[in-house]
């Protein structure tokens, strides 16, 4: 029998789609040894492709990301690009029968017939990159814990608030502690998502679609972001020396409907949160059953992001496979 082969598309090769690729052609031998099966990169739509793609050696790199999200010959479409379209492309490959593993927040939260795939569990669309980085928390709600009834979840989200509210309680500046987190690549260049809430907002939205199997748009999350005032905040709980923490916290609870809320909190030392510092994500989650279960690690960069969309690719990787 011939070894089966599953023909990757890439939408968006920067952070993180760089970094998938480069992580993919890193590993490789290894996951195809445990799949069974080739893991070919065999297209990568850019916005600018006449620019080196180094970690897209061998695929075909273009600029037309509606025809590989198209394209029957692609198996698997990749979608780390942050545009627009993305929602449009990301249903188009679901349409024609691909498996999505997408890291787009901000569609997830916002498309219609996105939220209604995540409610529904859709079986061909992966998002773990989307949420919290390396931290598997979409496959917590959707697998591990599918028995289960959740009653609440808290959760800091954004990596770039918490590096810059870890580097103000630390003495240093909001302009400066942006400025550090843009040129570690855990903030864009336009920070505004991040320090309004938004990023946190669409990303408790997505983890509120998923556990309580309803669409919530990103909309409907109640949001206040990080500003100066709220830096004056985080310095005066240092000074005040109480060991708590300022922090960007979304909420999420179900009393009849869901209601969500994204905004800075103090959190005493005890408090589960109160561990995130650097650009850690930490997410707490009530459940009927189980109890409080928490997951703690790092929540942004191109590479921890990577790892989780590599990770969601063997997933489905594995059910193409397994179907011829």
């Not at 024609?96 to 219609?112: E, I, N």
């Not at 800075?264 to 561990?275: I, K, M, T």
Request: with cysteine; charged share 20%; hydrophobic share 45%.
């Amino acid at each position: 029998m011939a070894t089966p082969v599953i023909r990757i598309g890439l939408i968006g090769c920067g952070t993180v789609g760089g970094a998938f690729a480069s992580l993919l052609a890193e590993r490789r031998d290894d996951l195809e040894r445990e799949l069974g099966a080739r893991l070919v990169l065999r297209q990568v739509a850019v916005k600018h492709p006449d620019r080196a793609r180094p970690s897209a050696a061998g695929a075909r790199v273009h600029g037309d990301a509606g025809h590989l999200a198209a394209d029957p010959s692609i198996d698997l479409v990749v979608e780390a690009s942050g545009a627009e379209q993305a929602a449009d492309w990301i249903v188009t490959a679901l349409d024609r029968g691909a498996s999505v593993v997408t890291a787009h927040k901000q569609a997830l939260a916002t498309d219609p017939r996105l939220l209604k795939a995540l409610a529904e569990r859709h079986p061909r669309l992966y998002c773990e990159p989307a949420v919290a980085a390396a931290v598997p928390i979409v496959r917590a709600l959707t697998d591990s814990l599918r028995s289960d009834q959740v009653q609440e979840l808290r959760a800091v989200l954004n990596g770039t608030t918490t590096f810059v509210l870890s580097r103000v309680e630390e003495g240093g500046t909001l302009a400066a502690a942006v400025a550090e987190a843009q040129a570690a690549g855990y903030a864009e260049a336009d920070p505004t998502d991040d320090l309004s809430g938004r990023d946190a907002a669409a990303k408790i939205a997505i983890l509120a679609t998923l556990a309580w199997r309803e669409p919530v748009a990103v909309g409907q999350v109640e949001t206040r972001g990080v500003d100066l005032a709220t830096v004056a905040q985080a310095r005066a709980g240092q000074t005040q020396g109480t060991g708590g923490r300022l922090r960007l916290v979304a909420r999420g609870f179900r009393n009849g409907k869901v209601r969500l809320s994204v905004g800075p909190e103090y959190l005493p030392a005890g408090d589960p949160l109160h561990a995130a510092t650097g650009v850690e994500n930490v997410i707490q989650v009530d459940t009927l059953a189980a109890g409080q279960l928490v997951w703690r690690g790092a929540g942004a960069g191109g590479r921890a992001t990577a790892s989780a969309a590599l990770s969601d690719s063997m997933i489905a990787a594995r059910a193409v496979a397994a179907s011829r």
